[in-house]
């Protein structure tokens, strides 16, 4: 699916355009079904445009990165075993495959 077929708001389509391999990964997400509301991943992993900011393996191991506050956050992408499950720019919902989150 090409990004210009996407009724994307002018922020979330500047966004990805800035970071190409997200946006590609958004557009993977797209038309991926729901994560069964009784799916508990072993790995949850947080993004933003400058990497890493959280995760937590197997409930029980969690680690984060140290930011500065200047670093705003462009988009926030949740990971769950390496898949897509949310993505946002500024609170604006682009991918939302939880069953549980609205």
Do not use: H
Request: proline residues 3%.
């Amino acid at each position: 699916m090409q990004s210009s077929q996407i009724n994307w708001s002018q922020q979330v389509s500047s966004v990805l355009a800035r970071y190409p391999q997200w946006q590609n990964i958004v557009i993977e997400a797209i038309n991926k079904p729901l994560f069964n509301v009784s799916y508990c991943p072993e790995t949850i992993e947080i993004f933003d445009q400058f990497g890493l900011l959280a995760g937590r393996i197997f409930s029980s191991i969690s680690y984060e990165c140290t930011r500065d506050f200047l670093e705003k956050s462009e988009f926030i992408a949740w990971l769950f075993d390496g898949e897509l499950a949310a993505f946002y720019v500024n609170g604006e919902v682009v991918i939302n495959r939880l069953q549980l989150l609205t």
